[in-house]
């Protein structure tokens, strides 16, 4: 068994290509238990593909990356059912209530005490009974995001979270990342703002794009 | 692992139930499209009873394309499907999740109507029995089969169209074996044959057509 209880997360040269053109190449990073990384660089540098890559979504072209030592091919259940992964759809059933949506995502991850408190800390208890079409987009995204605190997983890959919060939610979500972190928890994220998340190891995406490196 | 996949199911058919016109558009398309046949091919009851078969079945087909298209697409358009993707349950295993909440709002009300509209159609009092045997050993084939049609074209412009092509000819056995029970029951010859094709055909599509799903669904995430 690897050693769990210490999750490490790196990757070493990946090279990703999107149609035909490379996004990025030789690009390494590592995170070990209890880091945030945070994505940087201006549009198209390859942030969500980087992190979609890192879900598992998408396939290096080369390079590899490592969960605890072994290659996320090695075991792919246990690296897909240990992340939480946050991208630029909310994944929310129009014709559900608020509550039904997140009890759905909580009871695939075999969770289904915490979706009270969950709720509760994106202020979303009012509005657990309302079918969630009618919630607005900061809503759906706390909704979104009251996901990834209903069930735990050490890994989590947020593709721009803050995306139609208010200040009051990112704050919480601020709040969330660290409490995350405390209990050795990883977070990569990409953003364009500064979240005010203290120490935190920064990759600059536009110095792996093929341009810049000719 | 098993808690997962009810909960896709229930999910699944919570999004059905309380979205009530999917069903009842498939269940209205077949029972109309049905009943155009003595309009156009003429009141003979003979002639009715010789074509019911092969129309109950062939407008039952059609009835679950029209569902077919959206069985992954709502969830490929709002990021469902990548996070069902990355959860612990097999991808395989949600496509047969979302196959069997397909066939119990699909099927079962097809399987449903389906004598009804054989009366209409003045088939042999003798087939029924053998009709509701090959709509229950041949729907879920319709459904697992058509999850190859539904994930293939996700990302597809005119999926539904794209659907249609690809999935109807991998139904021509179904219909051939279907329709040549009914025929044999209406002619007191033995059912049986046919039944342990259909039946052959589901136990195959059961494994096969998730397999082949999952597969294709991972293509379109990438």
């Known amino acids: ?3 769990t209880e210490i999750p490490n997360f790196s990757g070493e040269s990946l090279h990703c290509i999107r149609g035909e053109r490379t996004v ?3 690009l ?10 945070i994505l940087q660089g201006p549009n198209g540098s390859g942030k969500s593909s980087l992190l979609r890559l890192m879900a598992g979504l998408l396939r290096p072209a080369s390079g590899s990356l490592f969960r605890d030592g072994l290659t996320i091919e090695d075991d792919p259940e246990y690296h897909r059912s240990s992340l939480h992964y946050v991208g630029h759809h909310d994944a929310i059933k129009p014709v559900l209530t608020v509550s039904e949506n997140l009890s759905f995502w909580a009871g695939v991850r075999g969770e289904t005490k915490s979706v009270g408190a969950a709720l509760e800390r994106f202020g979303l ?4 009974d309302m079918a969630a079409r009618l919630l607005s987009a900061g809503q759906r995204r706390r909704l979104n995001l009251a996901r990834i605190a209903a069930s735990p997983a050490p890994l989590w890959l947020l593709d721009e979270p803050t995306t139609a919060l208010d200040s009051a939610s990112t704050a919480v979500l601020v709040e969330l990342i660290g409490d995350h972190r405390a209990s050795g928890g990883i977070a990569v994220m990409s953003t364009h703002t500064d979240l005010g998340i203290p120490e935190t190891i920064d990759l600059a995406l536009d110095q792996f794009s093929p341009a810049s490196q000719h | 692992m098993i808690k997962a996949f009810t909960h896709i199911l229930v999910r699944d058919l919570r999004i059905s139930m309380r979205q009530g016109s999917d069903i009842v558009v498939v269940v209205m398309f077949f029972v109309i499209t049905v009943s155009l046949f003595p309009f156009g091919v003429g009141p003979e009851g003979n002639i009715l009873a010789r074509i019911a078969a092969g129309v109950v079945w062939v407008c039952a087909m059609l009835a679950t394309l029209l569902s077919l298209d959206r069985m992954f697409l709502n969830d490929y358009d709002d990021g469902s499907l990548e996070l069902l993707a990355l959860s612990s349950l097999p991808l395989e295993a949600v496509v047969l999740a979302k196959s069997v909440a397909h066939w ?4 079962l009300p097809l399987i449903a109507a389906a004598p009804l509209l054989a009366m209409l159609l003045n088939m042999a009092t003798e087939s029924y029995l053998t009709l509701l045997a090959v709509m229950v050993l041949g729907t879920p084939t319709l459904s697992l089969m058509g999850t190859i049609g539904a994930s293939l074209t996700l990302g597809a412009r005119r999926a539904g169209v794209l659907v249609s092509i690809l999935v109807l000819p991998l139904y021509i056995p179904v219909l051939i074996f279907a329709v040549g029970a009914i025929d044999a029951a209406a002619m007191s010859l033995p059912t049986r044959p046919h039944l342990l094709f259909l039946g052959a055909m589901l136990a195959a599509a059961l494994p096969l057509a998730p397999l082949a799903s999952a597969a294709a669904i991972r293509q379109a995430l990438t």
């Open chain 1, 1 to 3: 068994m690897p050693q």
């Open chain 1, 24 to 26: 990025f190449a030789g």
């Open chain 1, 28 to 37: 390494d990073f590592s995170a070990s238990s209890g880091s945030a990384l």
């Open chain 1, 125 to 128: 208890s009012p509005l657990a």
């Open chain 2, 104 to 107: 119990l709002v699909t099927g």
